[in-house]
């Protein structure tokens, strides 16, 4: 019997705090976390992956963690504590046309309403999978 697939999340590779601490704040990330009906959670264990070149990504498991990363400086924040082991690279088929986010509830595109706070087919607000 095989594990269970655990959800798949954008995060950035090149971003502060990586590898050790993966930011779960881009727009990428709300993308994946909509599509697949997930809302962040504290102990969630999750894929975190970065495209590499057009034929990988560069893939690493963790666990979901809101508060602090590693400046003090920094606001407490979701990311993910990634497991220096379970780095690795995977090929993938790339999806061409325009970037679209769903919205969480209506499948909706939202990317033109991420500064209004809400979906405007169904009212429910953007940030719906990372709110805490």
């Known amino acids: 019997m095989t594990a269970p697939r655990l959800p798949r999340i954008y995060s950035d590779f090149n971003g502060p705090f990586q590898p050790s601490h993966m930011l779960l704040s881009y727009v990428g990330t709300l993308r994946d976390l909509n599509a697949q009906?997930?809302?962040?959670?504290?102990?969630?264990?999750?894929?975190?992956?970065s495209d590499s070149d057009e034929e990988q990504d560069i893939e690493m498991d963790g666990v979901v963690c809101f508060g602090s990363v590693p400046d003090p400086t920094w606001a407490v924040c979701w990311h993910v504590r990634t497991d220096a082991q379970s780095f690795r690279f995977a090929k993938v088929t790339r999806e061409t046309g325009p970037f679209l986010l769903p919205c969480f509830g209506c499948g909706s595109n939202i990317y033109e309403y991420l500064n209004t706070g809400r979906c405007p087919a169904c009212g429910l607000d953007v940030e719906h999978a990372r709110h805490r």
């Open 37 to 49: 009906r997930v809302v962040l959670n504290e102990g969630l264990r999750v894929t975190v992956y």
